[in-house]
Structure formats: C-alpha cells, structure tokens
C-alpha cells in the first residue's frame, strides 16, 4: 500500500478553454480524482467511510499553476498525505507535463459523523498516521481569509441556481460548482487576457438543491507571482482578487476565495 498515488491525464477538447489550455476546472477534478484512487487504496474513500457513518467534506484548498498544457498533452498528479493541521487532514499534490513541474497544491478535509453533524480528528481513523509522507508541495497553514468588503462595488457579479447537476455525493453543490461560480464573477476582459497563477477556496457550508447562490468578486490590488520552479527575479505582477459566495435567501456566505490573475502564457 503506497504512501503516495500517481495518475496521468490526456487533456480533451471539452476540458480546454477558448486559448486551447486546459481550464483550471480540469485541473481540479483531475487532483480530485487522483486523492479519491489513493485514499480508496488507502481505505477511506467517501463509499467506505459512508459504511461507517463517515463522510469527507472538502474544506480548504491551495493551487498554483504556472502553466496550462494543451490538447491532447499529457498531465501527471501526484498526491499523498502530509498530515494535519488541527481538525484538518491535509492533501498535497504535484503537476508535471512530461517532465515539467507545472502546479502545486494543498488541501484540508475534514472527516464528519453525519448523525452527529461534527468533525473527527483525523488521528481517529485507524492506522491513519501510518498512511502519511511528510513532504509538503506548499507549507501553507490555512487561515482565515479576508472578508469581502461589503461597502465597495464589485468587479463582477452572478447569480445562480442549484441544479441536480451540482449535486456531489453528500446531495450537497459539489467543489467544481463552487469553483465556477466563483470565476464566472471575475470580468471577461480579465478572463479573456490572463490566467489563473493562484486560487485559494474556503468552502464555508453546504448549498443545496434549489437555493440560490450569488457570486460577488472585488480587485484588491496586484501582487507578485513566482514561477513554481524559477528564481523570484523572474516574478510577474498579477491581479488578486477577493471572492464571496451567499445564500440568497438569508445571504449566508457559503463560500469565501482569494485568486489571482497573471497574464496569460502563449
């Protein structure tokens, strides 16, 4: 039983977005889909924790990418558990296009007793520790991220609905829906002109099917962004934005992201 998992993806058609780079959307399912194989391997997928009144509910989550392969180019996920941070199991993975490290990741995954509603530690798992490789791909802590300033006018603006479409495997919207709904606030101007260098989801509570979900983005300033794998003299200056997901019909924040947007590679 490995401590770590690898997978390789060929990106598609459907999975590229009008420059013909994979979307940071497929990115996400596919480091998804790689911590699922594993931590089925490993014992403790959502079906198997189910059996057991378990279940993981995704709670924060790191990427950085430097580059976005193209169609039909190959992509390798690593992944494995680091350990944890307080109530949080933490999930690290690697990108590569062939040989080229192209994205880092973390993640924390809170493990909950669905009839009593609340987190377990991860240590209450057994044998989890024995599961873990130390090695951190980002050693970030997860913190608090700045609330969205209320008082400004947003950059951008959505709303949408929950479909059954969204719904994940706890009958809740799932992560990707999040993730889109947070970028279709950003501009198209921006959008359409640079790319995703850095994103950070808090994914704060659960929306269910039929409500609704408003979309709020607000540019706080620029920032640097270094290569993953280059000196910092070659850093460039990105656009950071701060981003809020509510509930319309009590405007509870059901989500809270940090992005940020350098230009976009040819």
């Given amino acids: ?43 403790y997928s959502i079906a198997q924790l189910l059996e057991q009144g378990r279940s993981w509910f995704f709670s924060r989550f790191l990427l950085r990418m430097e580059r976005y392969p193209g169609w039909r180019q190959k992509i390798t996920v690593e992944t494995w558990p680091p350990g944890s941070q307080k109530l949080l199991a933490l999930r690290d993975w690697r990108l590569f296009s062939g040989q080229q490290p192209i994205g880092l990741a973390t993640s924390g995954w809170l493990m909950i007793d669905i009839d009593k509603r609340r987190p377990l530690r991860p240590e209450s798992y057994p044998d989890w520790k024995q599961y873990l490789h130390p090695e951190r791909t980002i050693p970030h802590i997860f913190g608090r991220l700045p609330e969205f300033d209320s008082g400004r006018e947003p950059a951008g603006m959505q709303e949408f609905e929950v479909l059954f479409s969204d719904l994940d495997v706890n009958g809740h919207a799932n992560y990707l829906s999040y993730i889109d709904w947070i970028l279709d606030s950003i501009p198209a101007a921006v959008r359409g002109q640079r790319e995703i260098a850095e994103m950070e989801v808090h994914f704060l509570r659960e929306a269910s099917f039929g409500e609704g979900v408003i979309s709020r983005s607000q540019l706080t300033g620029e920032t640097k962004v270094y290569p993953i794998s280059e000196s910092p003299s070659e850093a460039t200056i990105g656009k950071e934005y701060l981003h809020s997901l509510q509930r319309k019909k009590d405007d509870t924040e059901v989500a809270r992201a940090r992005t940020v947007w350098k230009p976009a590679s040819l």
């Fill in 1 to 43: 039983m490995s401590k770590t998992w690898s997978e390789t993806y060929s990106v598609h058609t459907y999975e590229m977005d009008s420059r013909q780079r994979v979307t940071a959307r497929a990115i996400c399912s596919y480091l998804i889909d790689t911590a699922g194989q594993h931590v089925h391997e490993l014992g």
